[in-house]
């Protein structure tokens, strides 16, 4: 596991590349500006930076800069990613030589918005090829991201939307369980209130440390989980469930109000962006369960 620094301005691109990273097996910290990421790198020692470029209290060049003056943090790959072309940053780089200052080249310059399979696949060339975690990069995002809906604080649907979901366990004594991962109250209510109301079973949690004592115990069947919470956010739990044998297929669905949610858990059935239409979720809940049970039911019987 290597230690990712990011290093950006704006708060949901760090959420996101933190996400990124932190799903791909490693650690990741992040900074606001050049002058915390510079502070942060030599305090950390990371063994990678992502840095922006252009960056009010602190820019990314002033940054690199600094770290190709400082013999412990020189040798440090960056890959640079801005809005800004890789023209005008190799400018900037000439102008540093014409003053006389010795500044390689970074490991690489991607332009925002970068594609993330792109993005991890320079990470593991400058971290040596080696391919951290559980292979993230080869996993893909199934599930569609739902309309832009209101959330609606009755929580209740459609008859049609109630009919198709309970049509999921009709033959079955005990309802499917789902654990609602949210820091919002308001939203794990409204939550609750929809997926009670369609015949499931439900348990919540409102962060990710409180949601992995929640799942041992619970053993839900599926699990929304929000990205943005405090203590211990989305991400982060998805990967300390992952590694345990009995919630590695676990299906996941995210629902966030960050942008680029459906690259923070590649592998979640779905991402929903809030406020999403609670009749897209029951349909995705219903097929997800559904595709679960036929799986289930057509696997081999234990030999005694």
């Given amino acids: 596991m290597a230690l ?16 990124l990273f932190e799903t791909d097996g490693h650690e990741a910290v992040a900074a606001r500006n050049g002058t915390e990421g510079l502070a942060t790198a030599r305090r950390r020692r990371p063994d990678l930076v ?10 990314g060049l002033p940054m690199y800069r600094a770290m190709q ?3 412990a943090l020189r040798t440090v790959p960056v890959i640079m990613l ?11 780089l000439s102008l540093c030589a014409a003053a006389g200052e010795d500044v390689d080249e970074p490991f690489a310059y991607v332009e925002k918005p970068p594609r993330p399979d792109r993005l991890l696949e320079l990470a593991h060339a400058a971290l040596g090829g080696a391919r951290a975690g559980n292979g993230a990069t080869e996993r893909k995002q199934t599930g569609p991201e739902g309309p832009d809906a209101r959330f609606h604080r009755t929580g209740r649907t459609g008859a049609a939307a109630r009919a198709a979901t309970n049509d999921a366990k009709e033959n079955e004594r005990m309802p499917y369980k789902i654990l609602v991962v949210d820091d919002d109250p308001y939203i794990v209510k409204y939550m609750v209130d929809i ?14 440390s409180e949601a992995l004592e929640v799942l041992k115990r ?10 943005e919470m405090p203590n211990e956010w989305g991400p982060r739990f998805y990967r300390k469930m992952t590694k345990e044998d ?6 996941v669905i995210v629902i966030s109000g960050l942008s680029g949610i459906h690259l923070a858990i590649r592998n979640a059935v779905a991402s929903l962006k809030k406020p999403f239409d609670p009749n897209r979720l029951l349909e995705i809940i ?12 057509g696997a081999p019987e234990a030999v005694q």
């Fill in 4 to 19: 990712v620094l990011v290093v950006d301005d704006e708060l949901s691109f760090r959420f996101f590349l933190k996400a």
């Fill in 50 to 59: 992502v840095l922006d470029v252009m960056m009010p209290g602190g820019g």
């Fill in 69 to 71: 003056a400082d013999p």
């Fill in 82 to 92: 801005s809005g800004v072309g890789g023209g005008t940053f190799a400018h900037g």
């Fill in 195 to 208: 997926l009670s109301d369609n015949g499931y079973a439900t348990c919540s949690a409102s962060d990710g």
């Fill in 218 to 227: 619970e053993r839900p069947d599926l699990v929304t989980l929000d990205l």
């Fill in 246 to 251: 009995a919630f590695r297929d676990t299906p």
């Fill in 286 to 297: 219903r097929e997800t369960l559904e595709k679960r049970g036929e799986l289930a039911a």
